[in-house]
């Protein structure tokens, strides 16, 4: 038996060997800072603009689109703020559902009086109700901007960024999308895809944590978000994380040139784990559609509630078997899901969230579900 059972893998990944190799000389001998200007530090920079152009190829877009951040949270607190300070937008559409990274700006937003907020209604799986938004734009007096997830961390559950953003184009709307869960994991196209903003964060694909990405449509001209220095095109000051920005690229090469083979692989574990699941455990339930437009990385299951299912993070953790929590009541500190609480909420259930990466096997799944068993 393993040490430990890994899955939890849409709170982050473990680092695949080959980044870390990537990765090794800017942590060791190529430490000189980007901005210098002898030569030691112009390979530095070489070394970022290298990985800005293999990302941009990947994503198909102008390598001056590209900015490094430290990850999701930064990229969507950057473009939700320039796009109200920057872009007149007055008006944020957006949903329940989605990352604290986006509703948290949203709300702070609000409550310094710049913007008024609407949430697009949810359809019963958690899907968008795609006619809420398009009303919800025709009747905005004033600019605004869209920010819905491409896909959700809890439930899985995938949104279409072309229809999202012809409906934006239509209406005149500036729309960003939180594509943490999805970039690294699927192929982009950005130069047909109508979108201004998108994020990544290198730690959901086996790259280093606090290094992401946010792309900015060349159509776009929006003002830094922190003050200082002059790095990436005066748009993000502070010193580059070097080795952050290099094992960034690294991790969606490998991650862009293994995917069919990956991604396969992986959604083979995720249908074992649903069908055994449905086979041995009385009256499971999942959350959103696990079997279609979804992360082929993310499964999340409703047990229902007794004495006993009550502990199974509790049980879970004591098995060494990483999992999530996503109840939409829970007792104690945690205030429970808000995404559970908007798509299903249910006091009779709990929830938890299986996520997986190319490192799980089907032994894995059987451990789980044995130790599972004597949980329920
Ligand atoms: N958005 C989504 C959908 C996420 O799952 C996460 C990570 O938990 C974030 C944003 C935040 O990303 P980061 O950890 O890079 O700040």
């Known amino acids: 038996m393993p040490d430990r059972i890994y899955l939890d893998n849409a709170a982050t990944t473990s680092l695949d060997p080959r980044v870390l190799e990537a990765m090794m000389p800017y942590l060791t001998s190529h430490y000189g800072n980007p901005s210098s200007i002898y030569s030691y530090g112009r390979e530095s920079r070489l070394a970022i603009e290298n990985a800005r152009?293999?990302?941009?190829?990947?994503?198909?877009?102008?390598?001056?689109?590209?900015?490094f951040t430290s990850g999701g949270t930064e990229s969507s607190n950057t473009a939700i703020t320039a796009a109200v300070r920057d872009l007149g937008c007055k008006h944020i559409i957006s949903s329940e559902i989605e990352h604290h990274a986006t509703l948290h700006t949203i709300q702070y937003l609000?409550?310094?009086?710049?913007?008024?907020?609407?949430?697009?209604?949810?359809?019963?799986?958690g899907d968008l109700d795609m006619q809420h938004l398009e009303q919800l734009l025709a009747e905005s007096k004033e600019k605004s901007l869209v920010t819905l997830m491409h896909a959700n961390n809890e439930t899985g559950n995938m949104a279409d960024l072309n229809i999202t953003g012809e409906l934006c184009?239509?209406?005149?709307?500036?729309?960003?999308?939180?594509?943490?869960?999805t970039v690294g994991h699927f192929s982009f196209d950005l130069r047909k895809t109508p979108v201004d903003f998108i994020t990544g964060s290198g730690h959901k694909f086996h790259g280093p944590k606090g290094a992401g990405i946010l792309f900015i449509n060349e159509n776009?001209?929006?003002?830094?978000?922190?003050?200082?220095?002059?790095?990436?095109?005066?748009?993000?000051?502070?010193?580059?994380?070097?080795?952050?920005?290099?094992g960034f690229a690294k991790a969606l090469e490998i991650g862009t040139a293994n995917y069919e083979a990956d991604?396969?692989?992986?959604?083979?574990?995720?249908?074992?784990?649903?069908?055994?699941?449905?086979?041995?455990?009385?009256?499971?339930?999942?959350?959103?559609?696990?079997?279609?437009?979804?992360?082929?990385?993310?499964?999340?299951?409703?047990?229902?509630?007794?004495d006993k299912s009550e502990m199974i993070l509790y049980n879970m953790d004591i098995n060494n078997i990483c999992?999530?929590?996503?109840?939409?009541?829970?007792?104690?500190?945690?205030?429970?899901?808000?995404?559970?609480?908007?798509?299903?909420?249910?006091?009779?259930?709990?929830?938890?969230?299986?996520?997986?990466?190319?490192?799980?096997?089907?032994?894995?799944?059987?451990i789980v579900l044995e130790k599972l068993t004597g949980m329920i």
């Open 53 to 67: 152009k293999s990302v941009a190829k990947i994503l198909n877009a102008h390598p001056a689109e590209i900015f």
């Open 110 to 125: 609000q409550q310094q009086g710049k913007v008024w907020v609407s949430y697009v209604r949810l359809l019963a799986g």
């Open 169 to 181: 184009k239509k209406y005149g709307a500036v729309f960003h999308s939180d594509t943490v869960q």
């Open 220 to 246: 776009i001209k929006i003002a830094p978000f922190l003050q200082g220095g002059s790095q990436e095109r005066n748009m993000r000051p502070g010193t580059e994380n070097l080795y952050g920005i290099v």
């Open 263 to 306: 991604s396969n692989y992986i959604k083979s574990i995720k249908f074992y784990m649903i069908e055994q699941l449905q086979k041995n455990i009385k009256g499971i339930s999942f959350n959103g559609n696990p079997l279609y437009n979804s992360l082929y990385t993310v499964l999340s299951v409703n047990f229902p509630k007794t």
């Open 323 to 366: 999992v999530s929590g996503g109840s939409a009541c829970s007792s104690g500190a945690d205030a429970g899901s808000h995404v559970m609480q908007a798509i299903n909420n249910n006091a009779d259930q709990v929830t938890v969230r299986f996520s997986f990466s190319k490192y799980n096997t089907k032994e894995e799944i059987d």
